[in-house]
């Protein structure tokens, strides 16, 4: 995610993506909404999407799927800009698969200004609330069983709160556990998380190394 930011008089959540769209994008949404929801104490918010600049989809069409069927966030109007290289149908497994679970479906338009005419947005000023680093995740998995997680670690809440982590399926973003405290650094949640991780006998032994360029202070 390239940039996440808010415009509080129209209420109104915007998230950029630029380069490939990847799992990881896909599972920083929600933290993302969560995160505003929890700041500005709303129980609603419009989301504003705009993969204007992304070059290509790096999500697997089953983890799209899997993604579509969990119920949204809150039942406000979501608003996704194409990249000017998708086609008519792009978007349409995912709506399919969340008008099968019932639930809201995404408007897709094809133009920054038109999504801002859906969302009657008048001369909007968002500000921006996080970069690109907010949320890291890093890879775990089940020594004998195979099954893969995502570590989260995010700032809870604002610029200026501590860090805390989330260990979620990877499969379906369904969250097994999460910190009961906060953390000064990424590097302290993320050491942190791995003992909760080893204490389940998940093999956190490469997730450490991999993360060793990913995570910063």
């Known amino acids: 995610m390239h940039c996440v930011s808010y415009d509080q008089v129209h209420n109104v959540l915007r998230l950029d993506f630029e380069g490939p769209f990847t799992t990881a994008d896909l599972d920083g949404i929600d933290p993302a909404i969560i995160g505003l929801l929890k700041e500005q104490n709303r129980s609603e918010v419009r989301v504003l999407y705009d993969m204007t600049h992304i ?36 978007g349409k497994s995912y709506r399919d698969a969340q008008q099968f679970s019932a639930h809201s479906q995404p408007l897709i338009v094809r133009r920054l200004l038109e999504a801002y005419r859906v969302l009657a947005l008048v001369d909007p000023k968002f500000q921006p609330r996080t970069g690109p680093s907010t949320t890291d995740m890093v890879p775990l998995s089940y020594r004998d069983e195979g099954q893969r997680y995502i570590v989260r670690i995010s ?31 990424r590097v302290e949640a993320l050491l942190d998380s791995a003992r909760t991780a080893a204490a389940l006998d998940l093999d956190v032994v490469d997730a450490l190394a991999d993360s060793a360029n990913v995570i910063r202070h």
């Open 155 to 185: 700032r809870r809440g604002s610029l200026t709160e501590p860090f805390g982590w989330e260990i979620c399926r990877e499969a379906d973003s369904v969250e097994m556990h999460r910190s009961t405290r906060t953390f000064s650094t």
């Open 55 to 90: 070059e290509a989809l790096a999500v697997p069409q089953l983890r799209f799927a899997q993604r579509a069927r969990l119920a949204p966030i809150g039942k406000s109007m979501r608003v996704v800009v194409a990249p000017p290289w998708a086609r008519h149908g792009f």
